[in-house]
């Protein structure tokens, strides 16, 4: 062990100080005390210390020279497992779980505003950077004097409000005869209940209490001859007119409109193409859609005549795809051998690939098929 901050592999990061066990006496996760039953482990990713409750994961941290899996804190663990995963398991994060992440290493966050820029965000600033691990550290550390100064607070206060007052002294002895002695105060306060109850109930009775009988009631004569019982109408009800049917039709037919359009639901370019449709005529939110499938970035484009221009310019380069069947091989995606070659791969830069099998590359393996790195983020080209 050692305390201070050495340099690891490649002289980049700081390896975590670890203080000395005989230090501490709280876990940084839970602020337990440490006794015989809780003992003490050093999380290799900050350098706390925790209790064997909150360090049940193990890491390999390369950057740091453990090569082999170490043991590593719940709070190190989920921001170790978010560094790992790709952007779709980011997007189904909450936005608290991307601002923590975020808040945790200072990654500069100022301009986002939707979930999209912020799993950007993370994807732009990985790996992390020595500087922010270092932040983490130092905000960890703080963070967790101050609950230890908030508890032994809490702590002090409780103790004199008990001291204040008077309360019996412990001893061995009290406890066994409270253990195997019973109190004399409850078979009394037993006993006494149902006599209450009894003097209440005859206190309120009167003497030579008899109750009321109950009184025959003068009926009224009844004619001879009684009306024959109704017949029961049937319970089935009558079909509405035409014109409500007409009216709950036209309110479904709105409810399915106004529904937000699933993914299947979306126009592609081949409808466009097939349809011969206008991209102006269409909705701003129909038009950021299709260049988010296809990968276009767009988050910089505010009007809505940008946004038409980045769509036709989708739709010709769709076009001449679609018309040169000559297409050289070079050109040709490495996985399909149909489409033409569109994709360029974050951060290691190769293009073999259309956008479509770009994708579902991300969702089965997320790596190069050429170098095996992960891919970080795809880039739509187009070619002139």
Known sequence: MCNKETLGPG???HIPKLKPLNEAKHCIECQAVF????????????????????????HSLKKFGYNNP????????????????????????????????????????KTAIEKDDLVRIIFNTRPISDESELFYRNRRHRLSRTEKSNNGSNNSSS????????????????MV????????????????????????????????????QPQPQPQPQQSRYQAPPQSRQPRYQTPPPPQQQQQHHMNTQRSQSASPPSSNDLLSLNDIVKAKMDPSSLSVRTLKALLKANFVEQS???????????????IEQHKQSQSQDNTRDDTLCRICLDAEQNCVFLDCGHMVSCMDCAKKLIETKNECPI??????KLVHVFRT
């Open 11 to 13: 002289g980049v990061f």
């Open 35 to 58: 006794n015989i039953f809780r003992q003490k482990y050093f999380c290799r990713n900050c350098g706390g210390i925790v209790c064997s409750n909150c360090s049940g994961n193990r």
């Open 70 to 109: 170490v043991r590593c804190c719940n709070a190190c663990d989920k921001l170790i497992r978010m560094q790992n995963m790709n952007s779709n398991e980011l997007l189904q994060l909450s936005l608290k779980e991307l601002k923590e992440y975020i808040q945790a290493y200072n990654l500069p966050a």
């Open 159 to 174: 103790n004199s409000s008990t001291s204040n007052n008077d309360t019996p002294l412990f001893s061995f002895s009290n």
């Open 177 to 212: 005869q409270d253990l195997f002695t019973p109190s004399p105060k409850q078979p009394q306060q037993q006993q006494q209940q149902p006599q209450q109850q009894q003097q209440q109930q005859q206190q309120r009775r009167p003497p030579f209490y008899t109750p009321p």
């Open 300 to 314: 910089h484009v505010i009007e809505k005549a940008e946004l038409v221009k980045l769509v036709n310019r989708l």
């Open 371 to 376: 170098c095996r790195e992960a891919i970080l």
